[in-house]
């Protein structure tokens, strides 16, 4: 059964710390690994991993996948209190348009 | 722009009644689906559609119908209502082509008693 697993599932931080938050994956072909970002209400788009792609940056915020270790990590460096969120990740099967969530990472940053 | 609604934003309904959760979109895109998110358990996809007349299913299903006689609309029925159906649900949309960067509408939270 596919399975996305992340990883901690809640992290408490002071403004200005760097966080790292981990997503492993046993699925065994997919399309694309997202990134979410969820406040009170609905997820946000962060990132797009595809199968092809390992690193990208926006900002603070920066995703790298591991294709080789089944991973991908969500680096936010200098936090900020508007980091506060609970951040998902999602694969994308390769041969259909379902997609798989992990449970999130709850983050909260301190001021 | 819109972007993507969904009614009602909050519902209680009684075990065995039956409604329908709205969603409608007006960026014309051509894939839309349904999640619902529980405490723990992070986002299930219920069923989604790749276009008008077409649909599939998800990872939880049951207990779920869903039709898509437009691009824009896309409504989630319940038939008959159970206390494991409690939960927030999701609508989203996004173009086929792009499918990844999906816009969720804001949830509607429903209770089932």
């Known amino acids: 059964e596919d399975k996305v697993v992340q990883s901690p599932l809640s992290l408490v931080v002071h403004e200005g710390d760097t966080v790292t938050l981990n997503c492993s994956y046993e699925v065994t072909n997919f399309r694309s690994l997202l990134w979410y970002k969820q406040e009170k209400k609905a997820p946000t788009f962060l990132f797009m991993l595809?199968?092809?792609?390992i690193e990208k940056k926006s900002g603070r915020l920066s995703s790298i996948l591991d294709k080789k270790e089944l991973f991908s990590i969500l680096n936010i460096t200098a936090t900020q209190t508007g980091d506060s969120a609970v951040y998902l990740c999602?694969?994308?099967?390769?041969?259909?348009?379902?997609?798989?969530f992990g449970t999130g990472t709850r983050l909260k940053v301190l001021a | 722009n819109a972007g993507v609604t969904q009614t009602p934003k909050f519902q209680v309904l009684k075990t065995g009644q039956s409604m329908t959760l709205q969603c409608a979109q007006d960026m014309n895109h051509e894939y839309m689906s349904w999640y619902r998110q529980d405490p723990g358990m992070g986002l299930r996809l219920i069923h989604y559609?790749?276009?008008?007349?077409?649909?599939d299913q998800g990872e939880v299903p049951n207990g779920y119908n869903v039709s898509r006689s437009t691009t824009e609309d896309f409504p989630l029925r319940l038939l008959s209502a159970a206390p494991s159906q409690t939960s927030v649900y999701f609508c989203?949309?996004?173009?086929?082509?792009?499918?990844?960067?999906?816009?969720f509408g804001p949830g509607t939270r429903l209770l089932v008693l």
């Open positions: 559609s790749v276009g008008a007349g077409i649909t």
């Open positions: 999602a694969l994308g099967d390769s041969g259909t348009y379902k997609y798989i």
């Open positions: 595809t199968s092809s792609g």
């Open positions: 989203a949309s996004s173009y086929l082509g792009r499918a990844e960067t999906q816009y």
